[in-house]
């Protein structure tokens, strides 16, 4: 089969090979197995018009894979010329998975509301009324009582972490070097629950300023890192990674405008990943897979990163889990 001569400079950088290169090769000759691009080319000249494929996976020499969507159409200009377009699953599904956050952040909003109103107000007097009991009450009492103060308190903490969906005042963004905040995130972290754990890092720095408030993005970071450390476990390898994303636009909502978020953060680890039954809800509040955690981290996350314009994404790359943030850039 033949293939165009002219190839954009995405689709190199997507199939890491030149132009020059796919002229001579020829599409048979840059993939393992394109019997789904070949099918839909062979339909397209027969046929005429526009033909359609979504989610295939498509084959590349190395053992490497790309999920895409395909689009084959005439060009106008060329009578019987066509257009091949391979749109990569991680972009095409960025606005459904903008809409799910945004619904798992409405959804946080809600249930924060209401733990606030109806269940910390009450904390107090009971706590209080176990305290009054104490007071002269036999041992085995008073063992009683402290376990009820214990409990009393580990609720009230649950309450205010998620009392940070309630707030929907907007943020004060800044410019932000987010190479800063990368690095201050990571000292933070050697400190604490990465100590003795190796982060690599693979920066752009050519990078742009990010429109950011630096405290949220701060917490969005350490959240990653962590779970990425609980993850990967003290053997693993955790990397942080940044790119500039030429041409990625999202809708916003409520408005027809589309805002470029060619900002990307990766937070890289060699764990298991999530297991698949929760894959597509980790950004929901109270969905966690680890035993006693309270699955608010992610939804935090994906609440603070919408709030700031952008979105944040979870996949599986080369057997290693990302969580991959895209931002605006500042005005």
């Known amino acids: 089969m033949d293939l165009p001569l002219l190839v954009n400079p995405a689709a190199e950088s997507m199939l890491n090979t030149s132009a020059a290169m796919l002229a001579d090769r020829g599409l048979a000759g840059l993939t393992v197995d394109d019997a789904a691009v070949a099918d839909l080319l062979v339909h397209a000249r027969a046929q005429g018009g526009r033909h359609s494929a979504f989610d295939v996976e498509i084959g590349f020499p190395g053992a490497r894979t790309v999920r895409a969507d395909l689009l084959i ?73 402290d376990l009820i103060c214990v409990e009393v308190d580990r609720i009230r903490d649950l309450v205010d972490r998620m009392e940070g969906f309630t707030d929907t005042r907007a943020l004060p963004h800044a410019p932000e070097n987010i190479h800063a905040v990368l690095g201050h995130v990571r000292k933070l972290a050697e400190q604490g629950f990465a100590r003795g754990v190796r982060i690599a890092e693979a920066y ?106 952008g979105i944040v994404e979870y996949g599986r790359e080369n057997d290693r889990t990302v969580f991959r943030v895209l931002l605006p850039v500042a005005k």
């Not at 060619?262 to 929760?278: K, L, N």
Request: glycine share 10%.
């Open 204 to 309: 752009d720095p050519s990078l742009p300023l990010v429109a950011a408030h630096r405290d949220s993005l701060v917490q969005v970071f350490l959240n990653l890192l962590k779970n990425a450390v609980e993850a990967a476990g003290s053997q693993g390898k955790i990397q942080l990674t940044t790119a500039f994303r030429h041409g990625l636009f999202v809708a916003t909502p409520g408005s027809p405008r589309k805002v470029s978020l060619p900002i990307e953060v990766c937070v890289i680890d060699t764990g298991p990943g999530a297991p698949r039954d929760i894959a597509d809800h980790l950004f929901d509040p109270f969905v966690t897979s680890k035993p006693g955690g309270r699955g608010l981290g992610l939804a935090l996350v994906a609440k603070i990163v919408g709030d700031h314009g």
């Open 73 to 145: 159409a005439p060009l106008a200009d060329a009578p019987g010329a066509l257009v091949l377009t391979l749109q990569t699953r991680s972009v095409a599904s960025l606005v459904e998975r903008q809409a799910v956050h945004r619904g798992a952040a409405r959804s946080a909003t809600g249930v924060a509301a209401m733990l606030a109103h109806e269940i910390k107000n009450p904390l107090s007097g009971i706590k209080g009324a176990a305290q009054l009991i104490a007071q002269g009450a036999d041992p085995d009492t008073a063992e009683l009582t």
